[in-house]
Structures are given as C-alpha cells and as structure tokens.
C-alpha cells in the first residue's frame, strides 16, 4: 500500500511526541507508523533531511511498546544518531514523566571494554576478551559476575541504578570504574523498552546470540526502527563475507616459524605457492583480467591436496597451533582466524559469489574471497520474525528495490514518500547538459572542462562549495588543471584514499573553519566515500554542492554477479537494482549535504548530461522538477551569482 500525501486522512495521536509542534510530514509519518504498528506491518519510509525523522518514529513506537509490552530497536550506523536517539529519548521521559522509561544505548563489544588497550586488538578482541574471562584475569568480569554466572550484589546495585536514567554507553563506560560495562550493559537488555545499537546487532545472528541470548528477547517483540536504512543492504553483505589474502598467508608462514612448527609451516608454504600459480594459470585463462570465478570446492581442494589430508583433520591442526600462537602473543590470532575461514567458506548458502584476486604489481598479491550477494537471504528471516519494522532513509526509492533485495513481504509493506519541508526558494538545482563522464568521453578536454566549471561555482558562491567525483583517478585528473591555476587564493582540501579518522577529522575541522572566511575552499571529494554521506555540513560549511558525474559502482566481477543474480531473481531488473538504483541514490545522498535546515541556502550542480535523460531523471527527487539547465561555465556562473544576489 502506497500512501497518497495528498488523499490520506490524517489522524494522528503523537502522545509521545517531545516537542510542540508537528514539522511538516511528520502528522503523515506518525499516521503511517501508527497504521504500521496496528496491523504488524514492515514500514518504508523516504523522508527528506529535515522532516525529523527521529522524534516522530520514537514517539509513534514507544507509545506503543510501551503499552503491547515490546522492545523498540533504533538501529542507526552512526554515532551522532545515537546522540540524538538519547536526546529525543530523555525530552520524552522528562515531558511525558516516563519515570520508568529505560533506554540502553550499545555499542560495539570492543569500544565498551575497560582493559586498557584490549579495545585495539581488532579482529582479536573477542578472543582475548574469552580469555581473560574463562582464566579469571579480568577482574572488571569477575566484579559482574559470580562463579554462577549471576550479578553479583554490587554488580545489581549499579544495574539498578541505571535504569533511573537514560546515559549514552560512553557515560556507562565512564561509571563503570568496577564492572564489565558490555556485560552491564548486555542485563540492562531485558528491562530496556528500547535499544539504540547497530544493524549487526540484529542482523549478525551470532552477535544477536551474545548480546541477548541472556535477556530473553524474542524477536516476534521487537519493533525496528532502521535509521539510514539505504545502508542495510550493503552492511548485511559485509557481516556475511570473507576473505583471506596472500599476505595473511605469509604472516601465518611466520607464525609457524616463531611457534617451531616447520611441519605447517611447510604446508603453509606449499599452499601460497598452489594458490598462486592457479590465480596466474586463471588470469591468463581468463584475458589478463585481474578476478575470476572459482567455485567453492576449488579451494577446499587445494587445501587438501596441499595439506595430504582432509580439510576437517587440517582445521584442528591449524587451531591447535593457534592455541599456542595466542598463549604466546596476545596480539596474533592468525591461525584461528584461518580455521574460522575454513568453517565459514565450507558453509553452503545460496547468494554467494566465489572468487579470486591476482594482482601483479611490486609484488604478487592475490585474494580468495566468498562475497555475500543476496543480504536478502539472512534479511528474510529476521523482517519475517519481528513484530514489525520502520525502515527509513533519504534515499529509500525505488521501494520495490529494498523490498525485493532485503527479502521483505511485499504483501505486507507499506510505503511512504515525503516531500522536502525545506522551501524551494532556499535552493537551485543545476544540470550542465554540455558535457558526459562517460568513459568513451573521458579525456584531457573534458578534465579540463570540468576544472572550469569547479572554478566559476567557486567565484560565484559566496562561501565552500564541495565537489564529489566518481573516482579518486577521475578527481585527480580534474584537480590537475585547479592545482597548477596561476593565481590560486583559496584553499584546496583533497580527499585522499584509505584516510584515517583522524585525517578525515582534520579535513573536516578545515573545511568547517574556512567557511567563515573569504575566499573560502574547495573540499574535493570522492562519492560514496567519506564526505558524501554520514557527514553533516550545517549551516553556511558549504555553500555548493557539485556531483560529477554518474556515481556508478565499478564494474567488478562482483557487480556483474549481482546484476546477473538480481536479473535472474527479480524479472531482469538486475541492472537497475545493482548500478544504475545505487549509483542515483549516491547522487542524491551527495547533493543532500547542502542544505541541512530550513535557513539553509545552496546550490545542487550535476555535471552530466545524462541526468536529463528520463531514465535517470525520473530517479531523481520529483521536486528537483525544477532543475535549471546550462551549457557552459560561463552560464553556471552568471546563474550562481543571481541566485546568491537575491
Ligand atoms: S569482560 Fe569486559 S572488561 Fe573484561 S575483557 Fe571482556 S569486554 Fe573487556
């Protein structure tokens, strides 16, 4: 069912609702929730930034699991969701005297650890956590817990003391001076009325298991809300895949080594080399071409052959060792690492995708690897499980796509699309139609081209504009003719590959400084990356938003294996819901950094002809109707400088 924004009736009860007045689309959005939790109904919800998405959804779902007796799940991927999770949670437990409401924010496992420098070890963190409790060397365990695996009477005095109030898992983390503040946290769970955490939380079983197998929360209770729900599809992919690369070899060979264990050292060895020369046998099977598909026995069979045994026999050897690797380096868990891989790659399961990397550089490099390329398959069973779900996104259309690629009900979703509440005078929305990214056009002309429209939006925005390209390659061609410009007031901030936090932090802290002062930056950036979604840029941090380009996904082996699958699975719509959907979806997500409140003003360029060709325009915000097209730079500017005169 599709609600019509203009015909429904609206009738709403936001007795939760913390603040005084309803934000436009939020009586729609409560209405379409209510609808939603009344009839046990999964909810779609494509709601432009500024609607106040939050606020309505948690009033509308605590109301009501407040009084069926449910757990509410705000699952969000980022921090400042958390944040602003907690605050509306508090605003409504102190307006609606909620004396009993209780909240627990969680967090990864890792990140609430008291162990000092536990919280670093990675993909070893849940070992050493085991460890140090089975051994008893974890005292911040043993003040939670007693030897029955109960509270112990301390432990329950500050439990009981948390459930007065509602803290962020940091607070927690700080009060915790004497407990585990995970397992704190984790027996919290069962008197919460709601839960802030991530998506793996719910959709990693094995993580679901852990964190409240304990409580005995059963899923036909729990109401979802999934917060920037366009990311689901893509973060269950990533709970589910695995790979290993031929470095994580080389550093098991010399963990066998250091441990004195010649006889797996040797058949490490051996299998480096086997895997090897079968990657270069494919690559030049296969055209030069750096992937290739494998099925799954391949690799259990080279690991058999090379090892003389079975692959189960194998597996223990390689974890004993890994016993020992452990012992004697706390740091180190390669070679469990390894076994897990076995069992993980040995599991049969539709929707995956088995292949290979080879990639001849300096050195050799290559990769096994067992893609997850229907999330759908694991999504399933969690959407058919729980009471119901509101998932909800600024770029949540096509709904048919979530709906089919997360295995929804489709007979049992209900979809809403809300228009921007912010005015359309606050904004102008460009289309150059001169010129194409496409690659059968890409060339030192239209890099050049391109330069020049980034720097007449530059001299005509009182303010930084932001630029996002499809590639890093395709950036740095453009930036070529901006950097070597003779006369170059402004600052350059460049968005590098594989940046730190602490580098995207400091971009971030330049950017936002520089906007206070003329002449101002340029942030040039790559979509998809780390400044086009995730990032808020409030107020005047930028003025311009410029989105080179069609961002589609490279083409990989795995892309095509989507589109392939999606083709076959969903009436040959694999093209659309696995490149061209996604590709539009980044688009928008990118040019939503603009504008962010209702004082907000800013321009929307999109440097591609192709976006006013109707198979990508319809897929852009039906209010972008009003798109102004030029053909040239001289245009834009005279544009711009209009638009920021008034
Ligand atoms: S039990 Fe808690 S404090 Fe101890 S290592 Fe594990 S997470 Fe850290």
Known sequence: MDYCEEEMYIKTDPYFFPFDELRYGQKKFIFAINDALENKKDLLVHAPTGIGKTAASIASCLKFAIEKDKKLFFLTTRNTHHRIAIETLCLIKKKKQLNNLVVLDLVGKKH??????????????????????????????????????????????????LLENIYSSQEVKEMC????????????????????????HLFDKDVFDSCFGKSGIKKQDIILIADEAHNLNSRIKSIYSIKFSSKFLKNIIEICLKLKDNYLANIFEKLYFALLTEADLMQKANRNTCEFKINKGFLINIIENTAGCDICEFKILVEKLGQLEMQKNENSQYLINFAEFIDKWKIDADGFLYYAVLEKNKEMFFEYKKECIDPGLFAKDIFSKIYCSILMSATLTPFDMHISTLGMNKDNCACLKLKSPFPKKNRTIIIANNITTKYAERNNKLYQTIADYIMSIKKSTNGNIAVFFPSYEFMNNCLYYIENLEERNFCLLTEQQNMTKHQKEHIYNLFKKSSYIHPFSILAAVVGANFSEGVDFPGDIVKAVCVVGIPFEKKTIETDATIDYYNKKFNYNGWNYAYIFPAINRTIQAAGRCIRSEKDIGAIILLDNRYLMSKYRTLLPKDWDDANIVSSNYKIEEHLKKFFRR
Do not use: R, W
Not at 119 to 136: A, M, Q
Not at 178 to 190: D, G, R
């Open 112 to 161: 609430l650890c008291k162990q000092t420098g536990l919280g670093l070890f990675g993909d070893n963190f849940n070992y050493h956590c085991s460890l140090l409790k089975k051994t008893k060397q974890c005292l911040f365990y043993k003040n939670t817990y007693n030897n029955m695996h109960e509270l112990t009477q301390d432990a329950k005095i500050f439990t009981n003391k």
């Open 177 to 200: 001076n004497a407990f585990c503040p995970y397992e704190i946290q984790t027996s919290v769970a069962k008197y919460a009325n709601v839960i802030i955490a991530d998506y793996f």
